[in-house]
C-alpha cells in the first residue's frame, strides 16, 4: 500500500511534520479558510478551474521529475525542493495558518524566525525521503471553485500495485496572475490543519509560549 510519506516526499504535503502522522487527525474537519482570498477574477479564456487543474499538472511533473533525477548531487536536489516550494506553494500562508492563533501573539523578531524555521523544516524533512519513491504517478481529474480566486483540485496518487490514494489541492490564484497551493487534503485529512494541531500542543505543553515551538523547530532546521 502507498504510505503517505511517499506523498510528503512528492512535495504535495508541506504542511505536517515529521512527528505527526495525518491518520491520527482522520476526524478533524476540512472545512477552513486559509486567509483571506482578497484577488478578483481575472480577464481571459482560460477559466479559474483550468487553470488550477493545469498549475496541479505541471507541479505534479515537476515533483516527480525532482524524484526521478538520481544523478545529481543531494545538495542540488534540495535547491530544486526549495525552488519548487517558492514558485508553487504561498510558504507565508500555510506557516501563518499552522501557527493559528499564535501568530498574533508573537513578536516580530518570532514571526521571522518562525517563517525562516519552518520552511527549512520541510526541506530538510522532506528531502530525506527523496528516496522514497518508486514510480507512482499523479493524476488529475477536476476543479471546482471554492472562492473568487480560489479552486479545489481532484487528484490521485497512483502506485504501480496498490490502491490509489484521493489528494484534493487548494489553490489560489494571486493577483500577479500566479497558482499557488495554500493547502493539501490527503484521504480527507487537511495538512494545514493536521499541522496547526501539532504546533498548537507543542505550545500549549510549553505554557503557550511560542519560543517552545521556535526551540521545537530549531532543531529540524
Not at 122 to 141: D, H, L, P
Request: proline content about 2%; overall charge positive; charged content about 25%.
Amino acid at each position: 500500500m502507498l504510505s503517505h510519506k511517499f506523498i510528503l516526499s512528492l512535495g504535495t504535503i508541506v504542511t505536517l511534520s515529521a512527528s505527526t502522522s495525518a491518520l491520527a487527525f482522520q476526524n478533524v474537519p476540512v472545512s477552513h479558510s486559509i486567509g483571506t482570498s482578497m484577488d478578483i477574477i481575472y480577464v481571459g479564456s482560460e477559466t479559474l478551474e483550468d487553470g488550477a487543474i493545469n498549475f496541479v499538472s505541471k507541479l505534479a511533473k515537476k515533483g516527480i521529475g525532482i524524484l526521478e533525477n538520481e544523478d545529481v548531487q543531494k545538495e542540488q536536489r534540495e535547491k530544486d525542493f526549495r525552488k519548487l516550494l517558492h514558485n508553487n506553494f504561498d510558504m507565508k500562508t500555510i506557516a501563518r495558518f499552522s501557527l493559528g492563533r499564535y501568530w498574533k501573539v508573537s513578536s516580530k523578531t518570532e514571526k521571522k524566525e518562525y517563517l525562516n524555521l519552518f520552511e527549512n523544516m520541510i526541506i530538510n524533512v522532506y528531502s530525506k525521503r527523496f528516496s522514497e519513491y518508486n514510480g507512482q504517478t499523479v493524476k488529475v481529474s477536476t476543479a471546482r471553485l471554492t472562492g473568487k480566486a480560489d479552486a479545489l483540485v481532484s487528484s490521485s496518487i497512483v502506485p504501480e500495485s496498490g490502491p490509489r490514494i484521493h489528494v484534493d489541492w487548494r489553490i489560489r490564484k494571486k493577483k500577479n496572475g500566479q497558482f499557488k497551493v495554500i493547502d493539501i487534503i490527503v484521504e480527507g485529512v487537511s495538512m494545514s490543519l493536521t499541522q496547526r494541531s501539532d504546533f498548537a500542543s507543542v505550545i500549549q505543553r510549553g505554557g503557550g509560549k511560542v519560543e517552545v515551538l521556535l526551540a521545537h523547530l530549531r532543531p529540524k532546521s
